[in-house]
């Protein structure tokens, strides 16, 4: 079946470093990807996508990468920052149209300051 | 905008009691709704999901039920609830007719059965 599979469950990294949170999946036939920001006691919050026809796109501070052939999605935050500290989830489209999405399990980044 | 509310925020309920848990959507027509439950430290699990009013499907076999009664409200319900039911409730919705869309979270309701 589809998976979606993060690398590490818990990165710390230093206030103004940069981040990478990588994220695996197993099926080649889906078209899109999130990333979503949860802090604690709240819901997800969506922070950027990518369709497959892209390679890379960029937002505010964060950038997400579709290695297609590797079937491999990263999310980089740029200059870390102690408010960035939250779970992240990598999400995709699940088999079908139905509309449903497939979650990773979430990693913690911690922020040092 | 559009803004999705769920309450209670948080829910302290004894074992064998029901359940009502509510999800709201303003500011968009038809949406596909979904609930999630999270247990801690642990990823999203999707429970129901629905294209209309009236509209359930189920994914995973539990006590656990839900309705829309309204087009844009979607309701999770429980006749008895198990400790293992404890965990934080999530609510989403994208836009209408299903293809490939980003789902928008509510604040979720932390329910703790005791």
């Known amino acids: 079946g589809e998976s979606v599979g993060l690398h590490l469950p818990t990165l710390s990294v230093q206030e103004g470093d940069n981040s990478i949170i990588n994220c695996a999946y197993s099926n080649s036939a889906s078209d899109y990807f999130i990333w979503y920001k949860q802090e604690s006691g709240k819901g997800p919050q969506f922070i950027i996508d990518i369709r497959s026809n892209m390679d890379k796109r960029q937002g505010q501070r964060v950038t997400v990468l579709l290695n297609k052939t590797v079937k491999h999605l990263s999310l980089q935050i740029a200059a870390t920052q102690p408010g960035d500290s939250a779970v992240y989830f990598c999400a995709k489209n699940g088999a079908g149209n139905t509309g449903k999405l497939i979650f990773g399990q979430g990693t913690t980044l911690q922020v040092k300051p | 905008s559009q803004t999705i509310h769920q309450w209670p925020a948080t829910l302290v309920q004894p074992v064998g009691s029901p359940l009502s848990l509510e999800c709201t959507v303003e500011?968009?027509?038809?949406?596909?709704l979904y609930w999630y439950r999270q247990a801690a430290g642990r990823g999203l699990q999707l429970l129901f999901y629905s294209v209309g009013i009236g509209q359930i499907s189920s994914e995973v076999p539990q006590n656990l039920s839900a309705s829309r009664p309204q087009d844009r409200q979607f309701i999770l319900s429980s006749k008895k609830l198990l400790l293992s039911d404890s965990g934080f409730y999530l609510c989403?919705?994208?836009?209408?007719?299903?293809?490939?869309?980003?789902?928008?979270f509510g604040p979720g309701t932390r329910l703790l059965v005791l």
């Open positions: 989403a919705w994208t836009r209408g007719a299903f293809g490939i869309e980003t789902q928008y």
């Open positions: 500011g968009t027509s038809n949406p596909n």
